[in-house]
Nanobody, 119 residues
């Protein structure tokens, strides 16, 4: 069993930055791919980015490529999402996901953290 807890969300103006963190419990964190998804009001949850267990491979959604950066620290059981040049369209609840079981499909999910970007 893996528990995921996100933090770092908040309100920011367009063009600003935020850094999200996802702390994972469980000794096998370093074996799993990890990902970030988001869900805007009235929309389906969408993939944002994921990272391999080693951190060597990443996959970004086109809408965030060049602005967001995922990283992980296996020693701290934490994955990060650095978000720069934020846009109002980035407003959503951001979810951390752990242990990939398919293409952009994950077994474990956090509770989410709200990110609001004002124009």
């Amino acid at each position: 069993q893996v528990q995921l807890v996100e933090s770092g969300g908040g309100l920011v103006q367009a063009g600003g930055s935020l850094r999200l963190s996802c702390a994972a419990s469980g000794r096998t964190f370093s074996r799993y791919s990890m990902g970030w998804f988001r869900q805007a009001p009235g929309k389906q949850r969408e993939f944002v980015v994921d990272i391999s267990w080693s951190g060597d491979a990443t996959d970004y959604a086109a809408s965030v490529k060049g602005r967001f950066t995922i990283s992980r620290d296996n020693g701290k059981n934490t994955v990060y999402l650095q978000m720069n040049n934020l846009k109002p369209d980035d407003t959503a609840v951001y979810y951390c996901a752990g242990q990939r079981i398919g293409v952009r499909e994950y077994l474990y999910w956090g509770q989410g953290t709200q990110v609001t970007v004002s124009s």
